[in-house]
């Protein structure tokens, strides 16, 4: 079952010049900044309500939000929905006709687990699953 809007994923090339639009001028909370390494990129939390805003700079020229910027430029990347049991979900989604990016769920920032369906099955949106741990799951 998907459950919220977990997070919307903007991409940005510089997370410091762009945090104070963030933080300053519409006064939204920044909860932590992390890099996931396997997805080469620092992401910013920023809390808005029940869900959150994650500002993603690249780490390096090859990481995918690298070639987001590159080919589209900074913007909204991605839109992230709650759910949990994520592989119950990706099967259900791929029995349905959805293309995922991968088949199988990855970690990803706040040790969420992620998968992302394949924008040209979901009318060139890319959607993020994400469960994330309860607290009683932290390691």
């Given at each position: 079952?998907?459950?919220k809007?977990?997070?919307?994923?903007?991409?940005?090339?510089?997370?410091?010049?762009?945090?104070?639009?963030?933080?300053?001028?519409?006064?939204?909370?920044?909860?932590?900044?992390?890099?996931?390494?396997?997805?080469?990129?620092?992401?910013?939390?920023?809390?808005i309500?029940?869900?959150?805003?994650?500002?993603?700079?690249?780490?390096?020229?090859?990481?995918p939000?690298?070639?987001?910027?590159e080919?589209?430029g900074?913007?909204?990347h991605?839109?992230?929905?709650?759910?949990?049991?994520?592989?119950?979900?990706?099967?259900?989604?791929?029995?349905?006709?959805?293309?995922?990016?991968?088949?199988?769920?990855?970690?990803?920032?706040?040790?969420?687990?992620?998968?992302?369906?394949?924008?040209?099955?979901?009318?060139?949106?890319?959607?993020?699953?994400?469960?994330?741990?309860?607290k009683?799951?932290?390691?």
């Open positions: 079952m998907i459950n809007i977990d997070h919307i994923g903007i991409a940005v090339s510089s997370i410091e010049k762009s945090l104070p639009f963030y933080t300053t001028i519409l006064n939204l909370q920044l909860e932590g900044i992390e890099e996931v390494d396997s997805e080469k990129v620092r992401v910013a939390f920023i809390k309500g029940e869900s959150k805003l994650e500002l993603l700079e690249p780490l390096s020229s090859d990481s939000i690298a070639k987001f910027i080919k589209r900074e913007g909204i991605h839109i992230a929905l709650g759910t949990s049991s994520i592989e119950e979900r990706i099967r259900e989604i791929k029995e349905n006709g959805i293309r995922m990016l991968a088949d199988e769920p990855k970690f990803g920032a706040g040790g969420a687990k992620i998968a992302f369906m394949h924008p040209k099955s979901t009318g060139s949106v890319l959607y993020e699953l994400c469960e994330k741990q309860s009683g799951d932290a390691k």
